[in-house]
């Protein structure tokens, strides 16, 4: 099998793969930033889906359809650590646990692609250079599993950040015009 982790400048609802991860909140019942655009593209079932779900513990994960986002088939929700400095090893272990139990929870359903946004790093307060480099040891780690794992990132200060992270970590490659990890 042919696997490929890369780097993406833009949203992770845009993203053609079987499944999307958003980063919720515990409630799973819709918010800002990706969980919000997730829930506004997906339409009003998500919503009724997510009321079933009972709430989301941090660095668990939960699926869901993906209704009105027609090329996806699941929704992955995971619940990122709020960062704080004096918890930095628990929080780090929680940020690893969200990208490792998204991926395997997708595998779980029969999902061959995947696409995740930079988790806890928005206004849950991860340091961002910290956080994409958990994100991308873990996104590597999980795509030989994977036909596509697509790490997508909205501003462009995080995606140019996220590829000297990737760089320095495995390499990068222009592919089509798109960044590819080496892994």
């Known amino acids: 099998m042919v696997s490929t982790l ?3 400048h833009g949203s992770v609802v845009d993203q053609r793969v079987d499944a999307i991860v958003n980063a919720a909140n515990h409630t799973l019942l819709g918010g800002g930033g990706v969980d919000g655009a997730i829930h506004r593209a997906a339409g ?4 009724e889906e997510c ?4 709430g989301c513990a941090t660095g668990e994960a939960k699926a869901t359809g993906a209704y009105d986002i027609t ?11 709020v960062y704080s400095a004096s ?3 628990q929080c780090r272990r929680e940020l690893e646990s969200c990208y490792r139990r998204s991926g395997e929870l997708a595998l779980g359903l029969g999902d061959r692609s995947i696409a995740f946004p930079a988790i806890s790093c928005g206004v849950y307060g991860y340091p961002l ?5 958990v994100a991308i040891k873990e996104l ?3 795509s030989p599993r994977f ?4 790490f997508a990132l909205f501003r462009s200060n995080e995606f140019e950040l996220a590829r000297e992270v990737a760089d320095e970590l495995y390499g990068t490659y222009l592919d089509g015009g798109q960044v590819t990890v080496r892994t």
């Open 51 to 54: 009321r079933t779900l009972g």
């Open 147 to 150: 036909d596509l794992v697509v």
């Open 129 to 133: 250079e910290e956080g994409l480099e």
């Open 71 to 81: 090329w996806a088939r699941h929704v992955i929700h995971t619940v990122g650590p």
């Open 44 to 47: 009003p079932r998500l919503l």
């Open 140 to 142: 590597a780690s999980l």
């Open 87 to 89: 918890r930095a090893g």
């Open 6 to 8: 890369r780097l993406v």
